[in-house]
């Protein structure tokens, strides 16, 4: 009974760090994807996912005419798409 | 009804909750009926839960205010090095105390090594750096120095001028030559070469012109023979 308890606690541990190591590799890679947006289409995500605000103060802190923080920001989103590929779950239903 | 174009760019603001609720309403309906915009979301679903996971930490909003409030809470410490020193002179203090009497009355500096040490460091600072800029090297000695210490010969003259073109004339008569002529006050001096078989006689000859004066050493460094036509005062 205490072997499979400790046997469980092991696997467990085995688990978690597993599932950690996979996890910092999958931020490295996102990392990696981002480092390649330009620094004013990473500072536009940043804004506006993290940060949540809005489109238009998003544009005034960038000095970018209105309407463009939202094209760019598509155009960002399918940059990282792209690079992020083989880790995205696929919409098939 | 809303299109497929439509609703795919605007699905970062419909997952996001940034849309009117009419609009998100029908981005809604859209997507129950339209597979291809829904694979699209849960892609981009996808996507924004990739970029959670390097997703800055937060902070609390009153955060600042905290780091500020403890700052100011701690209170200042004395620098590393002060108390240092302090402890070396407490080290040292503790030393003297316990050695015995004749030692104890030695003098400052091992009563309170840190300060004494201190002193006699920037008195030797002191002394180095005045030596340094008010003793001359050796290098420091311009050479014309080195030319004063020559006792020419001395002619003196009422007119140095005009002696000086008759000393050119026996000088050339000896088969020397003038290398120099210097004005100087009140004096002409002259650098010549010459034979040093003819040198004795030329310097009797010397006598004919005036009143001569034959220094200890006449030559400079280089063998040459320096002659000072000075001018008699009346």
């Given at each position: ?19 950690a ?36 103060e ?16 598509v ?19 | ?15 996001t ?26 892609e ?14 937060e ?27 302090k ?8 030393v ?28 030797f600072l ?59 006050p ?14 004795s ?7 004919s ?13 280089d ?12």
């Amino acid at each position: 009974m205490v072997d499979n308890f400790e046997d469980t606690l092991v696997d467990k541990k085995a688990i978690n760090s597993e599932e950690a190591v996979i996890k910092k590799e999958l931020r490295e890679i996102v990392l990696r994807c981002l480092a390649k947006l330009s620094p004013e289409r990473r500072a536009l995500i940043y804004l506006l996912y993290y940060e949540q605000l809005k489109y238009k103060e998003v544009a005034y802190i960038l000095d970018w005419p209105g309407g463009t923080a939202k094209s760019n920001l598509v155009r960002s989103l399918q940059m990282l798409k792209k690079c992020l590929k083989p880790y995205l779950q696929k919409g098939e239903i | 009804m809303i299109k497929c174009e439509e609703v795919k760019a605007e699905l970062f603001d419909y997952i996001t909750g940034r849309l009117d609720p009419s609009l998100s309403k029908m981005i809604k309906e859209h997507l129950e009926l339209c597979k291809d915009c829904k694979k699209e979301e849960k892609e981009l679903k996808s996507l924004l839960s990739l970029l959670d996971t390097v997703r800055p930490p937060e902070v609390s909003p009153d955060f600042v205010q905290r780091v500020m409030k403890r700052i100011e809470s701690i209170e200042p410490v004395e620098p590393e090095e002060e108390s240092f020193l302090k402890g070396v002179t407490e080290f040292f203090k503790g030393v003297t105390e316990k050695i015995s009497l004749p030692f104890k009355k030695l003098p400052i500096l091992v009563s309170q090594p840190i300060p004494a040490l201190a002193t006699v460091a920037i008195l030797f600072l002191i002394v180095f750096i005045s030596y340094n800029l008010f003793m001359p090297t050796k290098e420091k000695i311009p050479k014309k120095m080195e030319i004063i210490t020559v006792s020419p010969i001395t002619i003196t003259t009422p007119n140095p001028q005009l002696m000086f073109s008759d000393l050119k004339e026996v000088v050339n008569s000896y088969g020397g030559k003038i290398l120099k002529r210097e004005e100087i006050p009140q004096a002409i001096k002259v650098t010549l070469r010459l034979n040093k078989e003819k040198e004795s006689a030329f310097i009797a000859s010397l006598k004919s012109l005036g009143k001569v004066e034959i220094g200890k050493d006449y030559k400079d460094k280089d063998g040459n023979i320096i002659i000072i036509l000075t001018k008699k005062n009346p």
